[in-house]
Each structure stands twice: as structure tokens, then as C-alpha cells.
């Protein structure tokens, strides 16, 4: 269903104001009419590691990789957002298939003290490349109408310095991602009309090979990048579009380090060495980020932080496998013998713990200075427990300041990276601003 406009949304600094002074509040002493003494009613115990993890995020709000609020306004609302309500979501579940609230809202986000948003304007990898296009150019033209509608709490951001500017007004610097090269049809062309759209960075690919780079999950067929995908990182470094590694394979990532001369990111991944997945970034790519000058986005999706998860879910499917091999034609079947699995052995719980091991690896492998946040909150299911949604971020950064991180490494953490290496990249294609955009087109072999 769709909600009610609410144009007057109050400004993100305005309702994380409010909250705080809700929380801080002393509670009334109460006097007793006959003189009696008064009787102060205890506070609740306060929590170091909240009040500091909150110290650090009003200085330096969470600028957030990747979060797919666009997919889900076409998914749940056709793109028809005239009427929604992005002040509040929490009365989504019904315009979901399985129930689910969406995980993203403008006084969420105020609770979470998120300064700036990487908005992923994602398309499924199983359109064809013009149907791509054209729904990539759909999802940035909603996206856009929505920080249109909500003025006094969104800003639209295209620069470090746009950035900077709505945090300082109280508003969500607002910036646009692309997910996934297919979005571009495999066209420089057409990779240079999406940065003039607003997108500010792409990820080189999503689930599936694109006809120039390897996924990571998928088989592999360029052994990385094509000569034409390095000169797809090149183009996007020439006019200062950021590159995202996340989804692509390790040796896409190492022949994008080799072309890149600007940071890249990883819009939201997590590391190999904690939990093994495929998309996340192995040692010997983060080995090289020190160099590049680029950020790991640490994700918050339960299946790439717990490897406990992962395995119980690898299990899982190959159980689901057996049972449809041996009742084919008979999904009831199937179904009750699943249901009777899932009873007897439950999802292990993702904590924040386990997100935590993730900053903390590769703080220990090559620094603080290269690790950003990128949930992917509208894009899973749900966090992990206690950042389900995009109200969590001060839980996240107070697990940090039990582990001994500084403010100033929570400030780092939180944005001052990830708006150190949009500057970067800014910086290098302002120096090659005489350089003429690539002409090259794809061999038709590729």
C-alpha cells in the first residue's frame, strides 16, 4: 500500500536532536505535599560505549555505501511515489511478498545518525543490456524525485563538497551508485551519460560476468578484465566516477588495481579471511588498498560476516537438493521435509560481533584508514541482530569502542574515509581534465 506525503519531513539534525534530548532528559524529582523528602527516581545505568560511539557520529555522521531504497520503491510501488511516505516505513510489510518492513526511513536514519547515503540505483543482471540501460535511467529518475520531495531532510550530492555542505545543514548528502556494469550496455557512451545523470560511482559487475569482467560468482570467462573493462576503469577515473569492486572476481580486482589511478571502494563487502565467501575481498587484495588509497565498505549481510551462517546455509541447500532429487514432482514433500530440517536446525544468529571482526581484521592487516560501512540495508533481509535496520549504526560503532577503537578512529570509520577518497578521486580527474574521453568500443568478440 502507499502512504501519505509527507513533504514537511523535519530535518535529520532537527530529529536527532529531538531523540537526544528525549534519552538525556533527567526525570522530574517528585515532592511530596507534606514536606516529606523527595524521592528521585534512579536513572537508567549508562553505557561508555554508546555515549562514545554517539560522541563520534555527531561529529562525523555515517556516510554509507550502498543501500537500496530504489529497487524497493519499483518493487513495492512501481516506481508510483507521489503518495509514499519515506518519513516512515515501518508499515511496509504489506507491500512485500514475505512481510518484510522496509529497513529504511528519514527518522531511522536520523536515530542512526547517517550524514550521507550512496543510493544504489540497481537492475537485475538478467535484463538484456539495453532493457538494463533504460531501467537503470527509471531507477535514478525515482531516486531523484524522492530527495526531491523530502528538501528540509535530503540533499542531492554529486561532490565531497556537495557532502559536506547537507551535513552541515542536517540533511542526508544524497549521492547516486550504479550496481553492476550492465547498467551501461557495455557503451563508454553511455557510461558517460550516467555520470551526467548524478551516478557517482559503479560496481563492475553484480551476480553474473558482464561481456568485459568477471563476477565472483559466476564462472569465470575474461580471466578478470577485458582490454575493454580496463579501459572501462580508466573512463571512470578520467572523469572522477568512483570504481566499486564489490561482486567482482579477485582477478578483476587485481587488474582494476593494476588500471585504477584513483581510489576505489568496495561498496559493501566483507573480508575472505573471517568469513569465506566469494564476495568478499581476500588478503591479497587488501594488501594492495594501502597503495590505491581506497576503503572496504563493510557490509552488514548475515551470510558474508558469519561463517557459521554460510556454512549452515550451504548445508541447507544441498539437503533442499537431495530432497527434491529423491521426491521429483512431489514439492509438498519437499517442502515438509524442509520445514522439519529448519525446526531441528535453526539459523545461527549474525551479532555485531561479527561484523566487528571484519573492521577489525583488516585494521590489523593495512589500517584504519581504509575501512568505510556499507550495510546494504533494503537489500537483504535483515542485519545482524541489533542492526536490523538503519536506526543501528550507533550499536555498530559502540561494539567498536569496546575494542578500544579512538573517536578519531570511529570518525574515520564512520565518513572522514569515505569523503577523503571521493576527494581523491576528484582531485585526479580535475589533473587530467584535458585528457579526451575513451573512444574505444567493445570488440564484437567480447
Known amino acids: 500500500m502507499q502512504h501519505a506525503s509527507n513533504k514537511s519531513a523535519p530535518s535529520i539534525l532537527a530529529v536527532a536532536a529531538c531523540l537526544a534530548a528525549a534519552c538525556a532528559a533527567p526525570l522530574a524529582a517528585q515532592t511530596v505535599d507534606d514536606g516529606e523528602a523527595e524521592q528521585v527516581t534512579e536513572a537508567a545505568p549508562v553505557d561508555p560505549a554508546l555515549q562514545a560511539a554517539e560522541a563520534a557520529l555527531q561529529i562525523a555522521p555515517v556516510f554509507d555505501g550502498h543501500n537500496d531504497v ?27 511478498p514475505q512481510g518484510r518492513v522496509m529497513h529504511t526511513d528519514i527518522t531511522r536514519l536520523a536515530q542512526g545518525h547517517v550524514g550521507a547515503q550512496y543510493w544504489s540505483v ?10 538494463a540501460v533504460q531501467m537503470t535511467m527509471e531507477q535514478i529518475d525515482v531516486m531523484k524525485r524522492l530527495i526531491d520531495r523530502y528538501p528540509d531532510a535530503l540533499a542531492y ?29 557495455s557503451s563508454l557512451a553511455v557510461l558517460r551519460q550516467m555520470y551526467a545523470l548524478g551516478a ?8 553474473r560476468n558482464t561481456p568485459w569482467a568477471d563476477s565472483a560468482t559466476d564462472a569465470p ?16 577515473n578520467r572523469m572522477g566516477m568512483l570504481v566499486d569492486l ?12 593494476d588500471a585504477a ?3 576505489v571502494i568496495f561498496s559493501h563487502s566483507g573480508v575472505r579471511a573471517i568469513n569465506g565467501h566469494a564476495r568478499n575481498v581476500p588478503d591479497s587484495v587488501l594488501a594492495r588498498l594501502p597503495e590505491n588509497g581506497g576503503i572496504v565498505m563493510v557490509v552488514a549481510l548475515p551470510g558474508f560476516l558469519n561463517e557459521d551462517r554460510r556454512d549452515w546455509y550451504a548445508t541447507r541447500e544441498a539437503v533442499q537438493a537431495r530432497q527434491e532429487s529423491l521426491f521429483q514432482g512431489q514439492p509438498g514433500v519437499v517442502e515438509a521435509a524442509m520445514a522439519d530440517w529448519d525446526a531441528a536446525n535453526p539459523e545461527p544468529a549474525t551479532m555485531i560481533s561479527h561484523m566487528a571482526d571484519h573492521i577489525d581484521h583488516i585494521r590489523d592487516m593495512i589500517g584504519v584508514e581504509y575501512i568505510g560501512i556499507g550495510a546494504d540495508f533494503d537489500g537483504m533481509p535483515t542485519g545482524p541482530v541489533g542492526f536490523e535496520d538503519t ?27 569515505a569523503i577523503r577518497v571521493l576527494r581523491e578521486a576528484e582531485a585526479y580527474a580535475g589533473r587530467v581534465s584535458d585528457m579526451p574521453p575513451i573512444e574505444t568500443l567493445i570488440p564484437t568478440s567480447e
Do not use: C, W
Open 70 to 96: 530504489p529497487i524497493q520503491l519499483r518493487s513495492r510501488f512501481d516506481n508510483q511515489i507521489n503518495t509514499f511516505d519515506f518519513a516512515d516505513t515501518t508499515d511496509t510489510g504489506a507491500t512485500h
Open 157 to 185: 550530492a554529486e561532490t565531497a563538497d556537495d557532502v559536506e555542505a547537507a551535513i552541515a545543514e542536517g540533511r542526508v548528502a544524497s549521492m547516486l551508485g550504479m550496481e553492476g556494469g550492465h547498467s551501461i550496455g
Open 122 to 131: 540497481y537492475v537485475p543482471v538478467s535484463l538484456s543490456e539495453p532493457e
Open 221 to 236: 570467462e575474461h580471466g578478470g578484465l577485458s582490454d575493454f573493462g580496463k579501459d572501462v576503469i580508466r573512463e571512470m
Open 246 to 257: 564489490s561482486h567482482v572476481s579477485e582477478d578483476a580486482m587485481m587488474d582494476a588495481l
Open 200 to 207: 557517482r560511482y559503479m560496481t563492475i559487475t553484480h551476480s
Open 391 to 417: 536506526s543501528g549504526y550507533p550499536q555498530l560503532f559502540a561494539e567498536l569502542a569496546r575494542r578500544g577503537y579512538s573517536q578519531v578512529e570511529m570518525e574515520l570509520i564512520a565518513s572522514r574515509n
Open 261 to 263: 589511478r584513483a581510489p
